[in-house]
């Protein structure tokens, strides 16, 4: 079992930077995928980005390549995504999200169906301004 938080979402201009955290309960959370995902008001849920259990694969959808990072401190049961350069239709909620790392002909890989994830926070709101 874990229990994702999220954090560090707010009200910002475009063009500046946010991080957003998710804190992850329960011993095992090392050997879990990780991803972030978001819902625009009017809009479905969509893939932002994720990363393998070690950190050693991530994938980021089209839309925030080049200005979102995704990383993860398993010391510390901590996710970030690292928001540069916002954009007004950057504006959602989002969600962190936990699964128990699938392999595929041996190597971990970062999941981006959303489907595929049996843990969700609760999300953090994060509007930009234009």
């Known amino acids: 079992q874990v229990q994702l938080v999220e954090s560090g979402g707010g009200l910002v201009e475009a063009g500046v930077s946010l991080r957003l955290s998710c804190a992850a309960s329960g011993r095992t959370y090392g050997r879990y995928a990780m991803g972030w995902f978001r819902r625009a008001p009017g809009k479905e849920r969509e893939f932002v980005s994720a990363i393998t259990w070690n950190g050693g694969k991530t994938l980021y959808a089209d839309s925030v390549k080049g200005r979102f990072t995704i990383s993860r401190d398993n010391a510390k049961n901590t996710m970030f995504l690292q928001m540069n350069n916002l954009k007004p239709e950057d504006t959602a909620i989002y969600y962190c999200?936990?699964?128990?790392?699938?392999?595929?002909?041996?190597?971990?890989?970062?999941?981006?169906?959303?489907?595929?994830?049996?843990?969700w926070g609760q999300g953090t709101q994060v509007t930009v301004s234009s």
């Open positions: 999200a936990a699964k128990w790392q699938v392999y595929v002909a041996g190597q971990a890989v970062p999941i981006d169906g959303a489907h595929e994830y049996s843990y």
